[in-house]
């Protein structure tokens, strides 16, 4: 039997090339401010017009349209092992943990904190033993070094101990060299890095239309390199970007379009990926949440858009603005990672983040992980298994309700069911309380253990921890840190 996959289309073809259309105006009216002469320069080589006073710079629909000719329609990220294991492109759906994080949930306290090295160490070799997740992330800003290597030694601590490929970024123009540096030496060459990407670097336009120094540069030099990167265009819709979810698209397309450009004008080819991390914006708190309904409509909407223009894409969903791990939690995480699996988004980040993007928490991360779970069983949708389906079987059975005693069912249970974690409880009411009446949370903390117990080391030499060691206390020591922490014994 023909199978069929659930999909989520949130725009109808008339108002995705609605869209377009508009997005591409807005990069001759009011133009793109790009504060990058590197960028400047390369658009005006290319015909656009560029104001150096204002650097206000109109782009030409034709222009845009030649970027979007040469920029690939997929790519693979690889695994340390050599192995492709995240495709961007098509409807393919992997799900990787939120960026950047500021704080991380004490696991003890339930309380916000700063993170440190040990923190993340775990987080990353938690990643690692969670089969729902693709890729890892540089999820969080490590507090115990100085604030210059903040981007590079997230970097520089997930390659000591990862195997999956890895979602980063850099905060600074020279400090993407040094990441660069360790992805080469990690990969075995530059050739190695450009055939087998292990890293896709976010870069972020500001809104409205706007792009810094730092961003531009950072897509400029990933596309000079071949290495992938991710724009996040982050409109929010009522206060950097119009409040109806199809004006905030409109702004989205066309930063992306701005973004699409420019990288494929540096390197005719480059990888990169139509992303973005939009919100409404709440008008009674002046918070832009994550969770809401809006931001899952507005981040489906924009995938249709970059699927019609036949780009790679990226989500930034399967998060919640809640503050501690309870039922708001759950239901704006799952929410969010299942309109984005039905949407066919292929990176969706966020797994792990609450609180608008800013606190990273381990126990959320494995529950996460159960929607993720669910999420990837929905998209694979119902198949008919046998031919005929059900017939001959029921005509056997006739009125009797013995199926579990059949050999169909003991066939089929695992490949049809999702079978949880002990995340999700299951039991009865006396089983669960024979179990210690614990909480999701509860739970949770017992998988997050259980988990890091089965973490095996990433296969990287001793010479090469070692190379990556002095690569980046090089860095270090321009930030006035002599020696960097120890990395936490195993």
Request: with cysteine; charged share 20%.
């Amino acid at each position: 039997g023909e199978m069929m996959r659930p999909k989520l289309n949130i725009l109808s073809d008339e108002l995705v090339n609605q869209i377009i259309a508009e997005g591409m105006e807005l990069l001759m009216d009011p133009g793109v401010r790009v504060h990058n002469d590197d960028a400047l320069g390369l658009l005006a080589d290319a015909g656009a017009d560029v104001d150096a006073e204002s650097q206000v710079v109109r782009i030409p629909e034709h222009i845009a349209r030649q970027a979007l000719e040469t920029a690939p329609s997929e790519f693979y990220l690889y695994d340390l092992d050599g192995e492709p294991v995240a495709h961007y492109g098509d409807d393919s759906v992997q799900f990787d943990p939120g960026s950047t994080a500021i704080t991380i949930l004490d696991s003890e306290t339930q309380e916000q904190r700063p993170p440190l090295t040990a923190d993340f160490v775990k987080f990353v070799k938690l990643v690692e033993t969670i089969p729902q997740l693709d890729a890892q992330s540089t999820a969080m800003i490590c507090r115990d070094v100085p604030e210059g290597i903040g981007d590079l030694y997230r970097l520089y601590l997930a390659l000591n101990y990862m195997r999956k490929p890895i979602i980063t970024g850099a905060f600074r123009k020279d400090t993407w060299w040094t990441m660069k540096e360790m992805l080469v030496a990690v990969a075995g060459g530059e050739a190695e890095l450009a055939a087998r990407p292990i890293a896709v670097f976010d870069v972020c336009p500001s809104p409205p239309l706007l792009w810094s120094d730092l961003t531009c540069q950072n897509m400029i030099d990933c596309a000079r390199n071949d290495i992938p990167s991710e724009l996040v265009s982050m409109p929010l819709a009522g206060a950097t970007a119009p409040v109806t979810l199809a004006g905030a698209v409109v702004q989205h397309t066309a930063e992306c379009l701005s973004g699409v450009t420019i990288c494929q004008l540096a390197k005719a080819g480059a990888p990169i990926v139509w992303g973005g991390s939009p919100a409404i914006f709440d008008m009674r708190e002046g918070t832009p949440p994550m969770g809401a309904v809006g931001t899952w409509m507005i981040d489906c909407a924009y995938a249709q858009v970059g699927k019609t223009l036949h780009l790679p894409t990226h989500a930034y969903l399967g998060m919640s603005d809640a503050k501690v791990v309870d039922a708001q939690c759950g239901l704006e995480s799952a929410g969010g990672a299942i309109m984005a699996a039905l949407a066919g988004v292929n990176m969706v980040s966020g797994a792990g983040m609450m609180d608008f993007e800013s606190c990273q928490s381990y126990e959320k991360l494995v529950i996460d992980a159960e929607i993720i779970g669910m999420a990837k069983r929905l998209i694979a949708g119902v198949e008919a298994r046998e031919e005929p389906i059900a017939l001959t079987l029921m005509r056997k059975l006739g009125h009797r309700a013995d199926y579990l005693a059949q050999r169909h069912t003991l066939k089929w249970f695992s490949k049809e069911q999702y079978i949880p974690s002990a995340v999700i409880d299951r039991g009865s009411l006396d089983g669960w309380k024979r179990k210690g009446a614990k909480t999701a949370f509860e739970r949770a903390t017992d998988r997050v253990n259980e988990l890091l117990a089965t973490y095996q080391p990433s296969p990287i030499s001793d010479e090469l921890r070692t190379e990556l060691r002095a690569i980046t206390t090089k860095a270090a020591r321009q930030f006035g840190m002599d020696e960097l922490p120890p990395l936490p014994e195993d």
